[in-house]
């Protein structure tokens, strides 16, 4: 039985690393075969997961000689982590390894949605012209309001300036002051709404943070402005932010999460005809280098701990 277990794609270096010195089974679609997970895992020592593989309180009670996780990202709302904690399983997020591709996934998209002119390539290949509907709107002089103000906000805010937007952010968690305030306006999470051309989700899956942008928060939010989710998709209602796109409330969204992942079709439903809305499958943090960073980050943190076992 194998030592180490990897359900979700890693890159190969790094699986590499790993096989070198223990017993691996690098499988990317063992996330889709919950029983065949489960059986590979009763005699390992290490999970390695993404965002996917539920690591629930039966998996690790099913593994009783598990002694700890590496996660291929930084969220932990599929791991149960009080699960974990009881029997003693360290858990390991790749912190900061992919910060560069979420702020530029952030960043391109504000860009993007503001000027509105990049989805009509077919209809001017066909010989249309739609110069009136394609005029946008610029970065300068806007407000990117960003909720959470951690390090990959903070990535953001500082290529979001290089465009000419003005910053400010709500976080509760950090402290007055911080000197990350110094070129951030600090507001109360109304006030951001409210005044925000761009608003930009930065904040982890909680009882607390669920639906806190529901259907009172998007109408208080700018006419016209646009909504970024690259946190978890329970953070948004959808079904408000759908009605709020039909209904020219705002400007657009681009969404990289959802309630339901992988999005299926009858939860996708919502979304049909909304031409201001960009859709991506969980990427926004997965580039090339990031996987790079992310996977050797991992593979580092598990090789660490097993080492330090024996």
């Not at 009080?82 to 910060?99: H, I, K, L, Q, S």
């Not at 259907?215 to 700018?222: N, S």
């Amino acid at each position: 039985m194998p030592e180490v277990v990897i359900s979700e794609f890693m890159d190969e270096a790094a699986v590499g690393m790993i096989s070198a010195r223990h017993d691996t089974l690098y499988d990317p679609d063992l996330v889709d075969r919950p029983q065949d997970l489960a059986a590979a895992a009763a005699k390992a020592r290490a999970l390695v997961v993404r965002n996917r593989t539920k690591v629930t309180a039966a998996l690790v009670e099913a593994a009783p000689m598990l002694a700890c996780v590496g996660r291929l990202g930084v969220g932990l709302d599929n791991i149960d982590l009080e699960a974990c904690r009881a029997r003693d399983v360290a858990v390991y997020p790749a912190t900061g390894a992919n910060d560069v591709a979420v702020a530029e996934y952030v960043v391109t998209a504000a860009l993007s949605l503001l000027r509105g002119a990049y989805d009509a390539s077919s209809e001017v290949a066909g010989g249309g012209w739609p110069r009136q509907r394609l005029i946008g709107r610029e970065a300068m002089d806007k407000r990117l309001g960003l909720v959470g103000y951690g390090a990959i906000a903070r990535q953001a805010a500082r290529r979001a300036r290089v465009f000419g937007f003005s910053i400010a952010a709500f976080d509760p968690f950090l402290p007055q002051d911080d000197a990350a305030w110094n070129d951030c306006e600090r507001l109360d999470l109304a006030a951001l709404l409210e005044r925000s051309d761009v608003v930009s989700l930065h904040v982890p899956l909680t009882p607390k943070t669920r639906h806190m942008i529901d259907a009172a928060a998007i109408d208080g939010m700018k006419q016209g402005a646009i909504l970024i989710n690259t946190a978890r998709g329970g953070v948004v209602d959808e079904a408000a932010l759908a009605e709020a796109l039909k209904a020219g409330r705002l400007g657009g969204a681009a969404l990289d999460v959802f309630e339901t992942e992988p999005l299926t079709a009858e939860a996708g439903a919502k979304f049909a005809g909304i031409a201001n809305l960009v859709l991506t499958p969980h990427i926004a943090g997965v580039t090339d280098e990031s996987n790079v960073r992310v996977s050797r980050v991992t593979a580092e943190n598990v090789l660490k701990h097993l080492e330090n076992l024996s």
